[in-house]
Structures are given as structure tokens and as C-alpha cells.
């Protein structure tokens, strides 16, 4: 497996979802494959609209910077090295967690974005969307 198929994005929503109802807040899952494609937006129900724009900009970040969004929190501050890397990509950078690269053979082959709740709340989902990669579709391939 080199490339993410939307079979792959379907359990890994599928993954991502089942956490999001154990800690019970409705969330925006989005699977983008190595370019920062869309493969799959998951919208569940009642989930903030504007978390599905969110999403899909955190798993963006994670592919086009090739690694976990949370990691820009601290350098993107007031007076650190990359303040306003955000209004960079016409706004599309994401700086705080819940976006998370899905890598196969040290290469990013994709991104998941969670979005819907705190942010330790949306990586939880995102670690468990990853995990679902890792465990069961890598393991496959």
C-alpha cells in the first residue's frame, strides 16, 4: 500500500467516530491522501459546521508540513520564530492539534483533521483514527 484508498479513509473515519462517541461530542473527520486531497469529509450529527472547514485544514497542515499540527502551537505564538505562519496558504495552516500525518515506510501518504471539542479532545480522536491505520490497515497491506 503507497497510496490511501477510500476504502482506507472509510475505517479510519470509522476508527476516529467510535472514539469521538466513547468521550460523546460529535466531531468532523476528514481523510486527505499525500497531496492534501480530499478523500473523505465525515460530518457527524450535530457536529459544529464550522469544524468541517477545520478538519480538513488540519489534515492539509499535517500533509503539507509533514507532521502533527499541535507541534506549530509553541513556535507560532506572539514573538516565536514563526508567528503568523497561520495567515500564510491563504489562512489554510492550522496551529494547534488535531490534524496528524499517516505515515507508511517513513513517508507521509496522508492526513487525518479532527475538529469538534477541546483539542486534547480532537487529538484523542486523531490518535485514534492514526491507530486504526496503523493497526489494521497497514498490517493488511
Do not use: C
Request: proline share 3%; charged share 20%; aromatic share 4%.
Amino acid at each position: 500500500m503507497n497510496k490511501l484508498t477510500l476504502a482506507d479513509a472509510k475505517k479510519i473515519v470509522e476508527g476516529a467516530e467510535q472514539k469521538s462517541n466513547e468521550i460523546g461530542i460529535s466531531m468532523v473527520i476528514s481523510v486527505v491522501d499525500e497531496g492534501g486531497n480530499l478523500i473523505v469529509s465525515h460530518r457527524m450529527d450535530d457536529a459544529w459546521i464550522a469544524s468541517i472547514d477545520i478538519s480538513l485544514n488540519k489534515a492539509w497542515t499535517s500533509v503539507a508540513l509533514q507532521m502533527p499540527t499541535e507541534v506549530l502551537a509553541s513556535a507560532t505564538g506572539p514573538k516565536e520564530e514563526l508567528y503568523g505562519l497561520n495567515t500564510t496558504n491563504n489562512g489554510r495552516l492550522v496551529v494547534f492539534g488535531g490534524g496528524l500525518p499517516l505515515i507508511k515506510d517513513d513517508k507521509v501518504i496522508g492526513a487525518v483533521g479532527v475538529s469538534g471539542s477541546s483539542v486534547p479532545n480532537d487529538i484523542k480522536v486523531a490518535e485514534a483514527a492514526v491507530k486504526v491505520f496503523n493497526e489494521e490497515i497497514q498490517a493488511l497491506a
